[in-house]
């Protein structure tokens, strides 16, 4: 049983987060931070955990944290989380990050794609990717984490292996991702309106979205050469899941059953990864209330390519639920600990 | 640990009993019976249980049934549960069904409503209404459970406290009744489809809805006298919810913190049952994904009458997870067992 | 052909009502007012009048309206149109209001309800309440509408006709409404963001909502005595529509064919109101995306009440449609210029 | 002023084409053919039609239709128009044709993506293809139009230009599409009911779509050699939209203005296709219930790719809308008769 805080624990990555750990066995709640909510039970806000979780949210206090957790999961505003991890991180305490603060190996290339300089470059040597699934041992001696994004993981984890096995060529590769609403989080732009939103889609940011740079940087580590891709993300008027439509180019002729093993010796005994047999293609609702991703492809021998078709739940794989598989994975917890709800379908 | 089967595994109300047990701690899922899929796997047909629970759907056997299950949830069509429940009952299994046919205290009643004799009116003598917060006691001692309807559980809970206090008169009390479109089952009729319920709504079966029967079965046993109701079911594009807005005079002046403690007092240590105060308002998310239900009330001092608003998830508290609640029950298991998860909110 | 502005064009009413006049046959539009979007085409704002109509919006100057529009439509925000209207209103424009300054009888009522003091008494005693089929004579004859609110719209629509034939009683009325999210307008508040909004349902300001009061005022008309109503609106996952389900007890024995006709003689040649046969209950994407009111109703004899279902789309019978059918009729257009679409369905 | 047919007008693209036309200024609608609803109004059929189109389907006669009508659509079920096209072209009825049987140049290509042989290969040597940006002369000329595909139309509109001007690869060309569920029709497979659509969303049919061939038919012609494409079809939770996100590699070095010039210069004076400037990405609500096409791009200068949005409401431009125009080019109406809509946004 350890302690565990939430910084931010009212966005929509930080309540999934709660939500998640409120049935966790190993873990006790012990601090909820927010800023905007300081004195407010969790429970008035996300009238949801009435009767399950009613503690009030806290200001920040380094060593209040300090003294009542063993462990935080940081789910802060863009450019909040610098003043607080390095402090936090001082005082002993395991960190598990959601923003795109520590998921770089190189310096450079988040200050490029974030614009900005990085607030801790002393600490982004010290922390892992939370990819669970590609750096589970790294993930264990770590107390610092930098918790993937959303569009990332579900890009990852399909092209991945066939990168490592060279099955596809590094040029020419397309991700073409769409994902619900609630990839913006808790917010007031209009855009996010449900008059906006629904019945209506649209392509964003398209060739300067954040999320490539990271994905760049692991399917290069796959490819073991530089691999550039062309990212769109989508808004789709659905609340929860990603889904991820990657096209590239086979280097060989090789068969469906062969994709397929490769996929299934890759991920071996990986029980949140579920690779489907040719042709199968996923659908997001597979998937969708739990911390699945599921994996479909389907190769195109006319022309020589392969379609691979991965999706997750956002706020789950694809942020709280990676984020408490991290938890499991750094606290040795049976890694499903908190996670083992199957997907809703409906 | 008991053995459980599920008959009509594949509907709507079945798979959600099935998702909820898949990690019940005292339970084991021997048997799934589906006369449309035999043969198949339900990850199957549900892919989103793949590597959750990948057991085979098998043709009705009663004695295989019973033999290896201690206790039955039938999730069957309308007229299939009649051949198939007095067979199963005689071998002394536990039987919680989801059908009609066992809710009624009076067979007329049921014969009015669904125009139709019953099929069995012997067992349902013997049989127990499962509304758990007002049966506990009864459903601990019997081996048949007439698990309630959805529409009917939302408002019965949201009337029963008041009409048993006597505070509520009992003529034109109005139940306008939304729900979710789960509430169907899984159907192919194009009523049901995306594009004609999309964007829509509308109210039907206004003054004959069968549900209104059993909502005044036991809204008479509250007022100890007959209760009559205009229950109007709309359908609202949503899954999963189920939101009844009541209206009632009242019957002598009554503030709303003595409404308000009414319902604490009928509903004390109910883990399920949430009462608002006084004029706050419950959304149907908050209980989306749990076997919560809210109430909620404003008292309109203007026109000396109440509004209540009652709200659950018409596949859980509704349907599978009442019945899971009702299993709990019979079997002494703690009662929140498989129920445990808070709303999903998102 | 005439001159037009529309005050607020960038609000949804306001949006709706510019998109219903691009085209109408008797309209220029030479004036769009928007303070927040002053120097940018409307075309820019909403994208989907690109190569229709790309004029610009201007800020306010009272003098260069009344040089350039013989009417306008003031779709402001709530307190800014008290400052405007008496302006326009000396320099002789014709003006149709849709905010709900304009749409009382009794000054008392209004600061009763709104809980300010009205801001043009003496205008209030010279405009008209603009439903079309209650007042066609006296909008002819004015130079400023009250344009009615939608959730109003339809309730009238729907009892108007019974309480003046006196077929149902006073006491007991209950109209339990559903709204589309529209009607909260161009809002960022997170309340109308996508992600609390889908998948979710709710009431709100249960027996506070100021349309009750506009109800009231026309029911009682209707009456001839005083009539109070209980008004449940509620937020529905759907961008366009309302839905009010209404519930009166019938005064004395009458059949659905005597209630048709009551209807159908009420409302004898109007073009947009359309009475179903009894039992036929419509649904609201029957008008969605038109200028049409359908309303079908229910008798319950078994109770003696009966239940009237009125649909409307929120946006144009219950605000720009309407608006843009006063402007027919006190201009002497065809009343159905610029109105003549059918229905969307899908 | 023509008499106009619709055989088919019960499924969706034959109800909304009986929308369009029941305002056209030119068009008096004589029959409406269906075999499902013959004796039975329209408009009890679609109750948003009442009080605007009440007459009666009949089944089909060809005499009949011979004698009443000058041009009929025709938008049956696939197998069907085989049997009836004939005959109608016999008869010297103008037709507009909705279903895939006469939209390929070479019936060879039908015959593998249809996987039978073509019903009438006479004819589909004197049929258009129906594009009006593309083969408006032609459609002046013929009586017999192969109206396009929906996914077909939003990829050509996007593609055409640039492989005309040489400005992309032939090579690596990528569409992912993504479409409402109006696409699949008025059905009643569970695969498109509410519960399984919502909150969901998947890839479909990939590398095997029918509608790849019709648009490799056309790019190949732009292009002037062989242009064969991935083209991946989407189910997305909405009605009414198709959007096709579209992956070339550029031929050389090219700035967004040069782009823009060729798509302007291309589609001058074409009313209902909007070019955006560069890096103004369209949504799929700016278009719906409209005829127009909106097309934006993203140069993706560190790849050296061009990302083209296109997006269109399927229903009208992808099906109605565009049998409309093909129409009124044949008839030498006003091109936009009938379809001078602007989008709705909301």
């Known amino acids: 049983m350890i302690n565990v805080g939430i910084l931010g624990a009212t966005g929509y990555a930080g309540i999934e987060t709660v939500r998640l750990l409120a049935n966790h066995p ?33 200001s ?24 607080v991890i390095p402090g936090l991180y001082e005082k002993g305490l395991k960190i598990i990050d959601l923003s795109g603060d520590f998921r770089y190996n190189d310096v450079k290339v988040y200050e490029k794609w974030y614009g900005e300089s990085h607030p801790s470059p002393e ?15 790294k ?17 990852i984890l399909a092209l991945y292996p066939l990168l490592k096995a060279s099955v596809i060529e590094t040029k020419n590769i397309i991700i073409d991702a769409k994902s619900g609403v609630s990839g913006a989080g808790r917010t007031t732009k209009l855009d996010y309106s449900f008059c906006e939103c629904t019945e209506n889609m649209l392509a964003y940011k398209i060739a300067t979205h954040r999320h490539t740079s990271e994905i760049e940087q ?23 899941g990603i889904y991820a439509t990657c096209y ?5 002729n090789v068969t469906g059953d062969e994709i ?9 005994n990986e029980h949140f990864i579920r690779i489907m047999s040719p042709g199968k293609i996923p659908e997001s609702n597979w998937v969708a209330g739990s911390n699945f991703a599921n994996i479909g492809f389907q190769i195109d021998e006319r022309l020589g390519r392969i379609v691979v078709c991965s999706t997750i739940d956002n706020l789950i794989k694809g942020a709280a639920g990676q984020a408490v598989q991290n938890m499991n994975i750094m606290m040795g917890f049976d890694e499903k600990a908190g996670l083992d709800m199957p997907a809703m379908y409906l």
Chains 1, 2, 3, 4 share one sequence.
């Open 248 to 252: 590239a180019n086979l280097s060989n």
């Open 26 to 58: 190993n873990v006790k709640i012990t601090r909820l931070i927010s800023h905007s909510f300081e004195g407010k039970k969790i429970s008035e806000i996300y009238p949801s955990l009435e009767g399950v979780l009613d503690i009030e949210c806290v």
């Open 123 to 137: 600490l982004l040597e010290k922390s892992v990717y939370g990819l669970c699934e590609l750096y589970r041992e």
């Open 60 to 83: 920040l206090d380094v060593d209040d944290i300090a003294k009542n957790c063993d462990l935080v999961f940081t789910a802060l505003p863009h450019g909040v989380s610098k003043d």
């Open 139 to 155: 993930i264990r001696n770590t107390s610092l984490i930098g918790n993937p994004g959303c569009y990332t993981t579900c890009s």
């Open 260 to 268: 397929e093993k490769i996929y299934k010796d890759f991920y071996e």
């Open 218 to 240: 692991e399917l290069s580590i796959a490819a073991g050469s530089e691999v550039m891709v062309s990212f769109t993300p989508h808004l789709i008027p659905l609340k929860r």
